[in-house]
């Protein structure tokens, strides 16, 4: 039986936290798809005018993604999962987007039983202004499972 | 128009006689530059600069916005603002959290646009200048702040909550309804504080004004804006804000500040600002008073629409 497993990933250290947890809960499931899905939004235009300066932006977020994308491939099959199980997806979005609403456009998309996301510790000062995309994960996923790895 | 009729003009609407010859910039890069008795000229219609404007915090006098003119209108004599092209990134404070905030001469426009007609928005309208810059040319708007008009009431809070908060609160909440009308339309006003809410002269009017403020983030676009709210919703509640300075000095006799109030009511942002008005004032309405606790320390819940606000208002009754 196929397991379906969207993981979420930035660049922060909590993503790859939770990618070695997919790898540890996951490997001895033979049939597991696991996707590592990494979401770039360009600047907005009313942040970076300069549409050179956004492009070139983009290119550095695009290395960077792709960069962590392949650390958190490591780690998978490091602990255990074939590479043939291993998908990555690098989505760039040119408008300014909720990444949450991305990442389960993409779960429902892909059909993934499952959705892995890093949590980061914001506070609730942080929470209230900028928002968290595990807290809204939780409310808003239907029709799937959400892990959230400290 | 040539010089000789702009000077007629200048003599005609302004109070001041020029002296002297006039420069006429059509380029408004250099904002630096422009300064009280030069001439704007954008696409055919000509402002004269009387100077800049400030801003300060609070009743106190601020710095000038070099980038922000004081004119009139050479075509009918009109006071204006005219807003010229400064793209700034700066870290702002929200209480104790810091914020990394640009201004934006674009979402300016766009906002004007769309809220073109709608007078609950300062109304301008956009131009180009020979470069390209994009100038906003922005009615000025007479009449004080919310700031201004609450704290210049020469009376109790009790006295000012039975007569006076009902009329004045029901036009806060109108400004509630703007902006989550301003939200639905995909835009956010970045910059929500009591002293952007004027109350027109004459018509009584409450205008939002200064909406060039942008943000990067795009998880809870409103963030900053509800954090606004709150803080006018807190200030016109309680005639003020209520700090522990002033709340150690109205203690009944006998008790300390850990007897009566708990870390939970005060705000989540201002270490030092009661959000529990309820127990200054114990006549607040519970409903109201929830209202505002959603701001505090120890809320488990955020309100993440203006739309969420106005419900809960609308099911205390207001």
Known sequence: MENKVLVAVDQSENALRAVE???????????????LHHVIIS???????????????????????????????HILTGGGIAEKSI??????????????????????????????????????????????????????????TVWVVE | MNESEIKERIDAFSPLRHQGSIRILQDTTEFMAIGAGDVIELQGRYYYVRGEESEGRFGLEGE????????IDLADGSP????????????????????????????????????????RFMQGVTVQDVKGNPVRVLERIHGKSVYQVVNE????????????????????????EAIRDLHRMGEIHGDIRNDHVLVERGTAAYRWIDFDY??????????????????????????????????????????????VFDAEDFSLFFNNRLINLKKLFPYVPDGLNVVLMHFSRGTEVFYETAQEILDDLKECGY
């Open chain 2, 214 to 259: 942008t943000y990067e983030w795009a998880e809870q676009p409103f963030g900053a804006d509800l954090f606004g709210l709150g803080n006018i919703l807190l200030f016109v509640v309680g005639k003020g804000f209520h700090t522990i300075d002033e709340l150690g000095r109205r203690l009944p006799a006998g008790k300390s500040l850990g007897e």
């Open chain 1, 43 to 73: 600047p907005s235009p009313d942040v970076v005018p300069d549409e050179a300066e956004r492009k070139a932006t983009v290119q550095r977020m695009r290395e960077e993604a792709l960069h962590q994308l392949e650390k958190a491939a």
């Open chain 1, 21 to 35: 947890y997919v790898a540890g809960m996951m490997k001895h499931h033979p049939g597991c798809r696991i996707a």
């Open chain 2, 153 to 176: 009431l020469n009376m109790g809070h009790e006295e000012y909550f039975t007569r006076t908060f009902p009329a004045l609160f029901s036009n806060v909440v109108l400004c509630i």
């Open chain 2, 80 to 119: 204006k603002i005219v807003k010229l092209v400064f793209y700034e990134k700066f870290l702002m404070q929200l209480g104790a959290q810091q914020i990394r905030c640009f201004r934006s001469p674009r979402k300016e426009e766009r906002i004007l646009h769309k809220v073109w007609g709608d007078h």
């Open chain 1, 87 to 144: 998908h990555l997806n690098l989505q760039v979005c040119g408008e300014s987007k909720s990444i949450v609403e991305l990442i389960l456009h993409e779960q429902r998309q892909g059909g993934y039983e499952t959705v892995v996301v890093g949590r980061r510790g914001v506070s609730k000062r942080e929470e209230f202004i900028f928002g968290s995309v595990s807290s809204k994960l939780i409310r808003e996923a239907r029709g799937c």
């Open chain 2, 64 to 71: 000038p916005k070099f980038w922000v003119k004081r004119v």
